[in-house]
T-cell receptor
Framework: KAGVTQTPRYLIKTRGQQVTLSCSPI?????VSWYQQTPGQGLQFLFE???????NKGNFPGRFSGRQFSNSRSEMNVSTLELGDSALYLC?????????????FGPGTRLTVL | QKEVEQNSGPLSVPEGAIASLNCTYS??????FFWYRQYSGKSPELIMF????GDKEDGRFTAQLNKASQYVSLLIRDSQPSDSATYLC?????????FGTGTRLKVLA
């Protein structure tokens, strides 16, 4: 069974631009979560989607948004990029949105904002 | 108080020794706990999960959960240099997973 995939793997953008990241979960998984990982802050939860509905959102500004499609694929968008948005963005999928189930990560998208 | 706390390390152990990684959490209602390993430049990889009090063993890894004391630990027996990585503790909240900042483990050959 294929794992979680993320595209693109690397991105370089300049301040003020916007970016869209994509995540395809493991087949059959309906829950997709997004995280931002930086050396100083560790893994910070962005949001979680289940069956096209956002179920939870972390403490990030409204410039960070996401959506999930009917096939469970998810996209994350960051508008008006800032230097501080440079990070590894990780997507993870799980079978359901709560309960006793493991979450599996994709390889991540490394975003650099210049 | 952070929801999940881990000592950042580095924790250095000699090859063949037992590495003990600890994690404490603040939410008494937490039910599910996970250990992930993350190599530098890579994404986290699930090692083990534990839901019930006590020990759970999987090969060289043993997870221990004590809900009364609100801690979860990971023991790595016969540590190998390839175990050198950052180990992340996580718990499952309401529609989200909460991660600690990780403990960096260095296994010295």
């Amino acid at each position: 069974k294929a794992g979680v995939t993320q595209t693109p793997r690397y991105l370089i953008k300049t301040r003020g631009q916007q970016v869209t990241l994509s995540c395809s979960p493991i087949s059959g998984h309906r829950s997709v979560s997004w995280y931002q990982q930086t050396p100083g802050q560790g893994l910070q939860f962005l949001f979680e989607y289940f069956s096209e509905t956002q179920r939870n959102k972390g403490n990030f500004p409204g410039r960070f948004s996401g959506r999930q499609f009917s096939n469970s694929r998810s996209e994350m968008n960051v508008s008006t990029l800032e230097l501080g948005d440079s990070a590894l963005y990780l997507c993870a999928s799980s079978w359901t949105s709560s309960g006793e189930n493991e979450q599996f990560f994709g390889p991540g998208t490394r975003l650099t904002v210049l | 108080q952070k929801e999940v706390e881990q000592n950042s390390g580095p924790l250095s152990v000699p090859e063949g020794a037992i590495a003990s990684l600890n994690c404490t959490y603040s939410d008494r209602g937490s039910q599910s706990f996970f250990w992930y390993r993350q190599y530098s430049g890579k994404s986290p990889e699930l090692i083990m999960f534990i839901y019930s009090n006590g020990d759970k063993e999987d090969g060289r890894f043993t997870a221990q959960l004590n809900k009364a004391s609100q801690y979860v630990s990971l023991l790595i027996r016969d540590s190998q240099p390839s175990d050198s990585a950052t180990y992340l503790c996580a718990l499952e909240g309401t529609y989200k997973y909460i991660f600690g900042t990780g403990t960096r483990l260095k296994v010295l050959a």
